[in-house]
């Protein structure tokens, strides 16, 4: 079992920024990030493999940036020009792969509220 602990979030302006970090309990083939509004299915928001390859979600390319810290088994997520509808909650993510397939985990949650 991996444990994801996440750090940041919180309250900001239209237009400002903020930083959302992770740490896993050990190494681990990607990790990221993840958002979720009440009534809607969870959605990528970027996402990282340990060999440095990325996928963003379109709504935030260009906006948010994710880093990894290897040595550290740690994630951040930079988010700039943050807007009302990155509004929600966001959760840490991170992938294993095995012989008998992937294996998922996920973090509690941390809330982002942006206001205009």
């Known amino acids: 079992q991996v444990q994801l602990a996440e750090s940041g979030g919180g309250l900001v302006q239209a237009g400002g920024s903020l930083r959302l970090s992770c740490a896993a309990s050990r190494t681990i083939n990607a990790m990221g990030w993840y958002r979720q509004a009440p009534g809607k299915e969870r959605e990528l928001v970027a996402v990282m493999a340990n060999s440095g390859s990325t996928n963003y979600a379109d709504s935030v390319k260009g906006r948010f940036t994710i880093s990894r810290d290897n040595a550290k088994n740690t994630v951040h997520l930079q988010m700039n020009s943050l807007k009302p509808e990155d509004t929600t909650v966001y959760y840490c993510?991170?992938?294993?792969?095995?012989?008998?397939?992937?294996?998922?985990?996920w973090g509690q949650g941390t809330q982002v509220t942006v206001s205009s």
């Open positions: 993510y991170g992938k294993e792969y095995y012989s008998l397939g992937p294996r998922e985990y």
